[in-house]
């Protein structure tokens, strides 16, 4: 399957589940808990909805903006605005993202090597190239492949975390 009829499928499919989403977030609280600076998503589009259990975190949160291809630190919500996307988004200075133990990035769907499907427009991939922390994809395990779909400039994930648990990929 082609990841376009994917991508599609998917966005089709997925539905919030404000079970899962808890179930996910105690998952991935298990894995980042020694971690002290991470970045996460604020989840759109039906994406597995973390947010309510940021302040559970105790770390430092740092959030993408998209538009300056980077992460900023989060403050608080009344320093999120509105981007150009239509998301939510910490305004700040953009940080080096090397100082980060992991970044928590929501996935449409992983395949079986931990390649990422993503909306498209290549933010992640391009961003996260040089990375060098821990990359955490988050998903619903329905959207967990056991084939590959990964292309040579798509990133892969360190870790899947799912509402079933955790797999961690190899290199």
Do not use: Q
């Not at 499919?13 to 404000?18: F, Q, S």
């Not at 967990?144 to 400039?153: G, L, V």
Request: proline share 3%; aromatic share 14%; hydrophobic share 45%.
């Amino acid at each position: 399957m082609d990841k376009l009829t994917l991508r599609k499928n998917v966005l089709e499919l997925r539905k919030r589940d404000a079970l899962k989403d808890k179930l996910i977030f105690d998952n991935l609280f298990e894995l980042i808990k020694g971690f002290k600076k991470i970045a996460i998503y604020k989840a759109i589009r039906e994406e597995p909805l973390l947010d309510p259990y940021w302040e559970m975190l105790d770390k430092e949160i740092y959030l993408p903006i998209f538009k300056e291809k980077g992460f900023s630190k989060f403050l608080g919500k009344e320093f999120l605005k509105l981007s150009n996307f239509n998301i939510l988004e910490p305004f700040g200075e953009i940080i080096d993202l090397n100082i980060l133990e992991a970044i928590v990035i929501p996935c449409l769907a992983v395949d079986k090597l931990g390649g990422r499907l993503g909306y498209g427009s290549g933010f992640y991939d391009r961003v996260l190239k040089e990375y060098k922390g821990l990359k955490i994809g988050i998903t619903y395990s329905e959207f967990a492949y056991d084939f590959i779909f990964k292309e040579d400039h798509d990133i892969v994930v360190d870790y899947l975390v799912t509402e079933k648990g955790i797999v961690e990929f190899g290199e």
